[in-house]
């Protein structure tokens, strides 16, 4: 362990509003004041005819989604609070994309379209703000979705934390889907993408001041892509979850409460980057309770999981995709893991907080 | 002017949580509590099968929008951050299902579905959270429309404001609707649906602590009725929109901002109810700058003008609905005002926040 944390303020960009450098009251009081800062700000960076009409909702054209196939409409929201507001791997700004735009693809959604509500606070740096603004028009962009639709609230200094984006998003969810047709059952496999932990991590070693030689990145990432060729691999996915707050231990543990049969699982061989796994030490934490921003678990028919892993890892985002445990008759609604020694634990859901403000 | 300003902490419910009466950042987790507080809270309040799926995305049904009539989808989002969180007429969950409605209503649209993100700040009485989501579900069914996915985050003691809310929705936008496909020209005539400045005096009266008989109320109000009424009778409406914040003044300024023509209008024919006039009197506030919630302002063609203006006022919620001006071709980007004494004035576009936290 060795270096310094980055710094992140170093990143901000100029402002480009005329007379200030920092957020006021007035940014937000729905005047010229706001409209500056929205065409300065937002519209130069999420740039769309959609957007650009600035009328109180974005009208998504019929062609977009209409095709007469009986598809339906996935719709999807999530807050981001995450502090700091910049860490190594993105930012807020890429997070509230991301987040969003995975959400529609577990549901086996195309992604179309995506709203951004920012509430700021008063003091914020205008900088700083443009530069995450940018994240998520790049995000956007590579996520291959529009931000077509916002708005812009300002609260007093102390009443707020510099920045908190709500994005909602629109996913059209094809006819013929199969993903979900068939529920869990005991024999199916379970399938994660990648190491675990990533996003968590990499802001609590920020936010703890801990240096590696090599910053631990987030792994904040849209998964539509990635899930498309899974699905393309093997269409009977029974279920897909990404394991965000709470991490993979939350998500397995939801994936059998309540239901008549457990989850049996490998803790050897879930991926855990070996930094990781090394800041998780040190801070006292669970890999499996920590968040991932653009990690999958899939769980799926025997018959189709070597397809499925296989796809999984021929995808620039799934190259450590691993099979990590099973669906079991025995002990429902639990989830037990075989250490790497050879015994067996109960793995529980957090019950709370173990990273406040991850996401 | 006499009595009390309300005591809003009255309204909280009793907490539905097994071991909390007040929030805590577990509850922001992702972990059990998360849960709990979900299940509780939400789902018992907004309860429909699609939100109750509990997926990363709220399903909307392929005949919810595909009658295959080239219908265009409508998206809209804003966040909610008003102080106090309950005033007379309504309270931060009602506003927040009722402005977003509106923005897509003012489109045109019928609102088909709404997501609800909540940012919880540690320490908020959950008893108060119950009472404004109990608030959010009765809007929601006033207006037919569901909430069907969410989100919730929780942020340490002094880093939020208690609670704000941040709303999305999709609606549907018919096929052959003719609003806004003919731009406001000279000529045309401005109706406003009722009174103005109603909501933000309503939030000011109880954070400056005036006390009047009758308290003023908010106009929070979903609109879609109203509109879809106006259209019905005057289907040529060139324009709608919301005088929210920044009130009239902004609504006229935008109108008229960088084009070719200007508006004139009457001030004595704007509806100002008389303890709203005498609240702005007493706290130095223009009527024409304060927010509104359940107000339109709509630019209608003179030779439909009538028939729009009994429309509105045949509905509930435009009974003082009245014709205050038109757009001329002078002063191209002016608003100019005739005052009741015959002389004019300038009416300004506010710079910024005259009333903060207002919706």
């Known amino acids: 362990m060795s270096g310094e944390p980055p710094d992140m303020t170093r990143m901000a960009c100029p402002s480009p509003l005329a007379h200030h450098e920092r957020i006021v009251l007035g940014h937000g009081g729905g005047g010229v004041l706001t409209r500056e800062l929205i065409e300065k700000v937002f519209l130069s960076a999420f740039g769309n005819p959609i957007l650009a009409g600035l009328g109180d909702s974005g009208i998504l054209p019929a062609a977009w989604f209409s095709s007469g196939g009986g598809e339906r409409l996935a719709f999807s929201t999530d ?3 995450v502090q700091p507001l910049v860490f190594p ?8 994309v991301n987040g969003t735009v995975n959400d529609l693809a577990m549901s086996g959604a195309r992604p179309m379209a995506l709203s951004a509500a920012f509430i700021l606070e008063e003091g914020l740096d205008v900088g700083l703000l443009v530069r995450i603004v940018a994240d998520m028009a790049e995000a956007a962009r590579m996520a291959g979705v529009g931000i077509v639709t916002g708005d ?4 007093e200094r102390g009443r707020g934390d510099g920045l908190s984006i709500t994005t909602a998003g629109i996913g059209l969810v094809p006819a013929d889907l199969r993903l979900g047709s068939r529920p869990p059952e005991p024999g199916d496999v379970i399938l994660v993408s990648g190491t675990v932990g990533d996003h968590g991590m990499a802001v609590m070693s920020v936010r703890e001041g801990l240096g590696f030689e090599a910053p631990i990145e987030s792994d904040s ?5 990635l899930v498309a060729d899974l699905l393309a691999a093997c269409p009977d996915v029974s ?14 543990g939801e994936l059998v409460a309540g239901k008549g049969f457990g989850i049996e699982f490998d803790e050897g061989a879930v991926p855990v980057d070996p930094v990781v796994a090394a800041a998780c ?8 309770q920590v968040a991932n921003e653009g990690k999958l678990v899939a769980v799926v028919p025997e018959a189709g999981a070597e397809a499925a892993l296989a796809a999984l890892r021929a995808h ?26 050879g015994g067996t634990r109960i793995v529980p859901m957090p019950l709370g907080e173990q990273l406040p403000r991850i996401c």
């Open 152 to 155: 812009t609230k300002v609260v």
């Open 316 to 341: 620039p985002l799934g190259g450590k995709a691993a099979r990590i445990g099973r669906m079991v008759a025995d002990h429902p609604g639990l989830v037990v893991a075989r250490t790497p020694y």
């Open 239 to 252: 279920l897909l979850r990404d394991p965000t707050r709470g991490g993979l231990a939350m998500t397995l």
């Open 79 to 81: 807050s981001f609070v």
């Open 221 to 225: 990432a849209a998964l539509h892509g």
């Open 281 to 288: 030490e040190i801070l006292g934490l669970d890999p499996l």
């Open 89 to 96: 791997g993105g930012s807020i700004g890429s997070l509230a």
